[in-house]
């Protein structure tokens, strides 16, 4: 409970969602589908399900940039989570503003280690 309440406080969500997901994630232990799974994976994507569930403004983006984690792992994860556990994830909502987000986070700049590493210093 202590790994869903921090990766949610560093975005800001409420106990109440954050309580939701520690429930999805209790759910997905019973139903073994943490198995071969890292935990904060599955973690991460009990959370998205809350953000989705609950119309939060945060994108599995977010969560793969605190994980430093594959996007396409976290969403990989998040699908199965959604269709095993039964919950219906509503689609993101396309407004003028959510694709003005998404436009934003696709020109973000992203530091991986490769890059941090080709970065010279003149002296």
Not at 26 to 37: I, Q
Not at 56 to 70: G, K
């Amino acid at each position: 409970k202590q790994h869903i309440n921090t990766l949610g406080h560093q975005l800001q969500m409420n106990q109440h969602c954050l309580d939701t997901a520690f429930n999805f994630y209790k759910m997905a232990l019973n139903k073994s589908l943490t198995r071969g799974r890292k935990s904060a994976h599955v973690m991460a994507a009990c959370i998205y399900l809350v953000c989705r569930t609950e119309g939060t403004p945060h994108m599995l983006l977010d969560l793969s940039d605190i994980l430093q984690v594959n996007v396409y792992v976290l969403g990989k994860t998040f699908l199965l989570l959604a269709k095993e556990l039964c919950i219906n994830a509503p689609a993101i909502a396309e407004s003028k503003q959510d694709k003005e987000l998404i436009r934003k986070a696709a020109k973000r700049p992203r530091v991986t280690p490769e890059v941090q590493c080709t970065v010279e210093v003149d002296e």
